[in-house]
């Protein structure tokens, strides 16, 4: 995949470029310095995952609307020293899919790139506590109208529900599933707030009233 990197602070650009330049899935590593060179680059492209600090001098939280109108293929992880409430929802409304800390580790930024990749949602450790103090629903502030739409869960979420339900660790899920175990830990936090549930037994409850797993798993296991 491509990825483009949008920030001008020229110090961070150089750190995210050698976090990826190694990347197995990343095929081409491009930079912009503000909101131009963006609207130039993601014209000339198709797919491409953009890594962007819109609070940047020279970028501002319209970029991301604007690329996205340019080229619909895009998927956008903002990358900020911000986390307040409502920093989150501007830029998830603004069409931002993923969202972590400037701070976070560089596991937590390449988790971000592969599962935004794949199409999900990925929130660091301190941006998801930020929604869940707030009581925010990152699938009801997707760009657009807001919706009264029924719980959906990502495929990804819905892997570990089932393997949570089937009594596997943080650790063994990660190993199962090529992630790390902060990454787990994080999608089992998501899973637990949009659930509105407080522990594994409700996830477990989830699983077996969407079939997901069967009950019988349960009235037939050794005890």
């Known amino acids: 995949m491509k990825v483009i990197i949008a920030d001008s602070n020229e110090l961070l650009r150089a750190g995210l470029r050698t976090t990826l330049s190694g990347h197995e899935r990343v095929t081409e590593l491009m930079e912009v310095e503000n909101s131009e060179e963006?609207?130039?680059?993601?014209?000339?492209?198709?797919?491409?995952l953009v890594i962007i600090d819109y609070t940047a001098p020279g970028f501002d939280i319209n970029d991301i609307a604007s690329s996205l109108r340019l080229n619909p293929e895009l998927r956008f992880i903002g990358l900020t020293y911000l986390q307040s409430a409502q920093t989150l929802?501007?830029?998830?409304?603004?069409?931002?899919?993923?969202?972590?800390?400037?701070?976070?580790?560089?596991?937590?930024?390449?988790?971000?790139?592969?599962?935004?990749?794949?199409?999900?949602k990925f929130f660091c450790g301190k941006i998801l506590d930020t929604i869940n103090k707030a009581n925010l629903n990152p699938d009801d502030l997707d760009a657009g109208a807001l919706t009264c739409d029924p719980l959906v869960m990502t495929?990804?979420?819905?892997?570990?529900?089932?393997?949570?339900?089937?009594?596997?660790?943080?650790?063994?899920?990660?190993?199962?599933?090529?992630?790390?175990?902060?990454?787990?830990?994080?999608?089992?936090?998501?899973?637990?707030?949009?659930?509105?549930?407080?522990?594994?037994?409700?996830?477990?409850?989830?699983?077996?009233?969407?079939?997901?797993?069967?009950?019988?798993?349960?009235?037939?296991?050794?005890?």
């Open 155 to 223: 495929d990804r979420e819905n892997e570990i529900i089932i393997l949570i339900a089937e009594g596997y660790t943080n650790d063994q899920i990660a190993d199962q599933l090529f992630l790390s175990k902060h990454t787990v830990n994080t999608h089992r936090k998501n899973i637990l707030n949009k659930l509105g549930v407080k522990n594994t037994a409700g996830i477990v409850m989830y699983a077996v009233k969407t079939q997901l797993i069967s009950p019988n798993k349960f009235l037939f296991s050794a005890t």
């Open 38 to 48: 963006l609207r130039k680059t993601v014209s000339c492209i198709r797919k491409a």
């Open 89 to 120: 929802v501007d830029a998830l409304r603004g069409g931002i899919m993923s969202y972590i800390k400037k701070d976070c580790s560089l596991m937590e930024i390449a988790d971000a790139v592969n599962e935004t990749a794949d199409g999900n």
